[in-house]
């Protein structure tokens, strides 16, 4: 899921386009806008981010 959103970020690209290795754009999308909604976006950022700089 979360390549999916960098991937569509990262191109600038419209996510209709997004390729099919990431699965359904309808729900990569809707899972983004769930996430923005609840704060569990910017959670998993951080964690992302804090695991990135343990390495």
């Known amino acids: 899921m979360i390549d999916a959103i960098a991937w569509k970020f990262r191109t600038g690209s419209q996510w209709v386009h997004l390729p099919e ?9 809707n899972q983004l806008r769930m996430w923005a909604v609840d704060g569990t976006w910017g959670a998993r950022l951080h964690r992302a981010d804090s695991a990135g700089r343990r390495r």
């Open 21 to 29: 290795k990431y699965g359904n754009w309808r729900g990569v999308y």
